[in-house]
């Protein structure tokens, strides 16, 4: 795995080739998580591209992507394994018609392999042709403190323990990274297994180089009215502000509009795109929209 990267700058080519534009620090963290073997904790908030980064090192490396996506109530047995009980109902079954079932011999057949159902976690210790896959554990935030317990195991020793089949450890350990939106805390037991990374909002011209990776059919002069207007909407009063993933959806929504400048009909037509929230919606409606395009247009104008 580490024979693959051996620079920080070599990590930032890799995900350039995979259209994911970061900066140095987050390059870092990145080239460090896979020196080391050590999971990478990113937080930020939504729309900043923390999914999209396991995405891009999975593509850059070659390797699976194994996602679990979290949400209130998971637990071990959706994150991990279940047994395939309507298949074992029907060997049961088979077992009984026939008669003079060994018990005990039937036991071990219904808990085997052939009737495991395997989930994320379990999927990412198996050995993988390709190497270790890339385990995704998104929005961890969203699930509840039993389950972070749970994970401690996981990403202490890379293992998962099964009852029925005892402990199952990966002969290599995945590459794991984890994100939150930061909607709760996450707990320092958890956060201390490992590397972490604030993925905040891009500035100018990094978004602009996003943006010309991720839409490259606009042209200069509307993704820098784009941006620049994106980056205007994030220092507003507003209820959600637009990550750079609604960046591009806007820029897409323009292009199949054939926009060539922005003005405040097309805003007003396409807020939907950047926007989330009536609230957020109703605010920039009208003359607050006209307001902050007429700076853009000041700011962006030669001198």
């Known amino acids: 795995m580490t024979s693959q990267i051996n620079t920080i700058d070599e990590v930032q080519s890799l995900l350039s080739a995979q ?5 140095r620090a987050l390059a870092t963290v990145v080239f460090l998580s896979l020196r080391l073997g050590r999971p990478l904790f990113l937080e930020g908030e939504a729309g900043v591209g923390k999914t999209e980064i396991a995405k891009a090192i999975a593509a850059a490396l070659g390797r699976r992507l194994i996602r679990l996506q979290c949400y209130e109530g998971l637990d071990a047995s959706s994150a991990v394994y279940e047994w395939n009980f309507a298949a074992q109902m029907v060997a049961i079954r088979a077992a009984e018609a026939g008669g003079g079932a060994d018990s005990k ?3 071990t057949q219904l808990f085997s392999d ?3 159902i395997e989930r994320p976690l379990l999927e990412a210790m198996r050995p993988d ?3 270790p896959p890339v385990l995704l554990i998104d929005e961890l935030d969203r699930t509840d403190e039993p ?5 401690l195991e996981a990403l202490s020793d890379f293992q998962v323990t099964i009852p029925e089949l005892g402990t199952i450890k990966a002969p290599e350990p995945p590459i794991v990274i984890l994100t939150s939106n930061r909607t709760r805390e996450v707990h320092d037991a958890l956060k201390r297994r490992c590397l972490y990374h604030w993925v905040d ?3 100018l011209e990094r978004e602009m180089d996003i943006l010309e990776a991720r839409a490259p059919e606009a042209s200069q002069a509307l993704s820098r009215e784009v941006v620049a207007f994106v980056q205007k909407l994030r220092t507003e009063d ?6 750079v993933a609604e960046t591009i959806d806007w820029a897409k929504c323009l292009l199949a509009l054939d926009v060539i400048n922005l003005s405040p009909e097309v805003i007003a037509d396409t807020l939907g795109a950047i926007l989330k929230y009536q609230d957020d919606i109703q605010k ?19 001198a």
Do not use: H
Not at 19 to 23: K, Q
Not at 238 to 243: E, H, T
Not at 284 to 302: F, T, Y
């Open 238 to 243: 507003l209820f959600k502000k637009p990550g």
């Open 201 to 203: 909002y891009p500035d």
């Open 284 to 302: 920039l409606q009208g003359s607050e929209a006209k307001r902050i395009l007429d700076e853009v247009k000041a700011e962006l104008a030669p």
């Open 19 to 23: 259209n994911y534009v970061c900066g």
């Open 147 to 151: 389950f972070e317990a749970f994970l």
């Open 114 to 116: 052939d009737y495991l």
């Open 129 to 131: 042709p390709a190497g």
């Open 105 to 107: 011999a039937l036991q």
